[in-house]
């Protein structure tokens, strides 16, 4: 072989190499199935199952559980989170007197939206 011919193979075949990786299939990372929130069945009303969110308690409920007791909302368990935990998070407490009081979240940065 003249050298310039195995010049142009020996640049010629690292660049089919990475070409074959190229167009062999990229292996998708494994990801999970998205996990359904966890309930509780509770009572039914008018024959459809309440759900019934088990009580978590977020980094923000001490804020809520202020605001709350600001708004005049006392008792229960305490602001529990409702949503998922992130940048925005939604809580719920539940008030004497069968009143709710719901609040939002965004980044720490609460504010009531049912007093």
Same mark, same amino acid.
């Given at each position: 072989?003249?050298? /310039? !011919?195995?010049?142009?193979?020996? !640049?010629?075949?690292?660049?089919?190499?990475?070409? =074959?990786?190229?167009? !062999?299939?990229?292996?998708?990372?494994?990801?999970?199935?998205?996990?359904?929130?966890?309930?509780?069945?509770?009572?039914?009303?008018?024959?459809?199952?309440?759900?019934? $969110?088990?009580?978590?308690?977020? $980094?923000?409920?001490? $804020?809520?559980? /202020?605001?709350?007791?600001?708004?005049?909302?006392? =008792?229960?368990? =305490?602001? =529990?989170?409702?949503?998922?935990?992130?940048?925005?998070?939604?809580?719920?407490?539940?008030?004497?007197?069968?009143?709710?009081?719901?609040?939002?979240?965004?980044?720490?940065?609460?504010? !009531?939206?049912?007093?």
């Amino acid at each position: 072989m003249t050298s /310039r !011919a195995s010049w142009f193979v020996a !640049a010629l075949v690292p660049l089919a190499l990475l070409c =074959g990786c190229r167009t !062999a299939p990229v292996p998708q990372a494994a990801t999970p199935a998205p996990r359904p929130a966890a309930a509780v069945a509770g009572p039914s009303h008018q024959g459809t199952p309440i759900e019934l $969110v088990p009580f978590r308690s977020g $980094v923000s409920s001490a $804020v809520v559980e /202020r605001l709350a007791r600001q708004a005049g909302c006392t =008792g229960g368990q =305490g602001a =529990g989170l409702v949503s998922e935990p992130g940048p925005v998070e939604m809580y719920r407490m539940a008030c004497d007197g069968g009143r709710v009081f719901l609040a939002r979240c965004e980044l720490r940065q609460c504010v !009531a939206l049912r007093k």
